[in-house]
């Protein structure tokens, strides 16, 4: 039973357009959302978070925009660079996760080629 | 500055076998969390620690897996028996402390590969 979801497993963009990525979740408790990029033979590292009370983040190229109602969150990369070609994970978490932990529950993630 | 480590980067061994993985959070981040990443998967949460202690270790598939940090630093996950199943790779990430605002920073990961 995924409690986040991402449909699409890869996406190919030409460099300079928008890159959009999506994610779906199920379970209403979930407070915070954050995505990942990925590298190969590396960890996930953080990108940008937004906060279940805002519908929009922004940082540089990056910006999340949330929709509560319909539990969707999207990442749009304006311009996409050769160097954002990666895997991003779309993550939530929530706090009435056991014992304050915090843990983030991730999508399957979504392969981004960003095409020079 | 040094980051999350993991060792080793690679490990192979054979099915009923024992293994253990080790992690090394940032320095002063008291909260550490090992996640499990299979093919085609995002990553699964296993277990938190807060301190030397596993507060929330819901996320262990069964007996087999145990995790310690005796210290408050340094993280052993500990597998026994080791089935074909348990391949993937292995994620351990730190955060200052736990909670929304408090990044987890990820290790490279240990593959671990059961034959």
């Known amino acids: 039973d995924q409690q986040v979801k991402q449909n699409s497993p890869s996406l190919s963009v030409q460099e300079g357009r928008i890159s959009i990525l999506n994610c779906d979740y199920t379970?209403?408790?979930?407070?915070?959302f954050l995505w990942y990029k990925k590298y190969p033979a590396e960890g996930p590292t953080f990108l940008i978070s937004?906060?279940?009370?805002?519908d929009k983040n922004e940082d540089g190229r990056f910006t999340v925009f949330l929709n509560k109602s319909a539990k969707h969150l999207s990442l749009h990369i304006v311009p996409s660079q050769p160097g954002d070609s990666a895997v991003y994970f779309c993550?939530?978490?929530?706090?009435?996760?056991?014992?304050?932990?915090?843990?983030?529950?991730f999508g399957k993630g979504t392969k981004l080629s960003v095409i020079p | 500055g040094a980051g999350v480590s993991q060792t080793p980067s690679n490990k192979v061994t054979e099915k009923g076998k024992y293994v253990e993985l080790r992690c090394d959070p940032i320095?002063?981040?008291?909260?550490l969390y090992w996640y499990r990443q299979s093919l085609g998967q995002g990553p699964e949460f296993l277990i938190y620690?807060?301190?030397?202690?596993?507060?929330?270790d819901s996320g262990l598939p069964n007996d087999r897996f145990f995790a310690v940090r005796p210290e408050g630093s340094v993280s052993t996950l500990k597998i026994q028996r080791t089935e074909r199943g348990d391949s993937a790779v292995y994620l351990c990430?730190?955060?200052?402390?736990?909670?929304?605002?408090?990044?987890?920073?990820f290790g490279p990961g240990t593959r671990l590969t059961v034959l």
């Open positions: 990430a730190s955060s200052l402390l736990a909670g929304f605002y408090n990044e987890q920073f």
């Open positions: 379970n209403s408790m979930f407070d915070y």
């Open positions: 937004i906060s279940s009370i805002k």
């Open positions: 993550a939530a978490s929530t706090a009435y996760s056991g014992a304050g932990s915090y843990q983030l529950t």
């Open positions: 320095s002063g981040h008291t909260a």
């Open positions: 620690f807060q301190g030397t202690g596993a507060a929330d």
